[in-house]
T-cell receptor, first 113, second 113 residues
Framework: DTAVSQTPKYLVTQMGNDKSIKCEQN?????MYWYKQDSKKFLKIMFS???????INETVPNRFSPKSPDKAHLNLHINSLELGDSAVYFC????????????FGSGTRLTVV | QQQVKQSPQSLIVQKGGISIINCAYE??????FPWYQQFPGKGPALLIA?????SEKKEGRFTISFNKSAKQFSLHIMDSQPGDSATYFC????????????FGTGTRLTVIP
């Protein structure tokens, strides 16, 4: 069983479209994250949720909106997609207010054309 | 601002050689230093981690050396194998409850047979 699963794995879409990426974890963790990895492999945190509450919201355009329906799920919705949004997006999870045992999903490669 | 500086950006090592990747940080509040390994098309996976109360931690062929006074830590991969070819990220956390790992910029390691 995959611990942190993301769907879709690949997403190709046109500029201006709205898209969502879903993330689910079956580790029983109560904290989930979204990271963006650019073409140079740099990993940058976007959002962090603990028990469905937003605790980190880095400087990210408000076109990006995370939604956590329960502590096992954290979805990322992106409005009005731009070319610069092309990247790999990783979901991750951990237990409690600690980054011990941070577990990443396998990523969603978003390509905006 | 890059909280954790990592070098080199890329590294080529012969099979059986030692791979060394270095990281440096400024924030003295950091107290957890993990290393992540990322294969193409996969998410980063925790490889090994250290706390600042020890100067070295070894797991199999992987060793972290930690120099608290210099605010530096490094990953040594002994007897490097082609299967070790991946991108390696150092990271740091201050365990303040913000649940945020600060990642280095990554090192692409290639081990040639």
């Amino acid at each position: 069983d995959t611990a942190v699963s993301q769907t879709p794995k690949y997403l190709v879409t046109q500029m201006g479209n709205d898209k969502s990426i879903k993330c689910e974890q079956n580790l029983g963790h109560d904290t989930m994250y979204w990271y963006k990895q650019d073409s140079k492999k740099f990993l940058k945190i976007m959002f962090s949720y603990n028990n469905k509450e937003l605790i980190i919201n880095e400087t990210v355009p408000n076109r990006f909106s995370p939604k956590s329906p329960d502590k096992a799920h954290l979805n990322l919705h992106i409005n009005s997609l731009e070319l610069g949004d092309s990247a790999v997006y990783f979901c991750a999870s951990s237990q409690g207010i600690t980054t011990y045992g941070y577990t990443f999903g396998s990523g969603t490669r978003l390509t905006v054309v | 601002q890059q909280q954790v500086k990592q070098s080199p950006q890329s590294l080529i090592v012969q099979k059986g050689g030692i791979s060394i990747i270095n990281c440096a940080y400024e924030n003295t509040a950091f107290d957890y230093f993990p290393w992540y390994q990322q294969f193409p098309g996969k998410g980063p996976a925790l490889l090994i981690a250290i706390r600042p109360d020890v100067s070295e931690k070894k797991e199999g062929r992987f060793t972290i050396s930690f120099n608290k006074s210099a605010k530096q830590f490094s990953l040594h991969i002994m007897d490097s194998q082609p299967g070790d070819s991946a991108t390696y990220f150092c990271a740091a956390d201050d365990q303040t409850g913000a649940n945020n790992l600060f990642f280095g910029t990554g090192t692409r390691l290639t081990v040639i047979p």
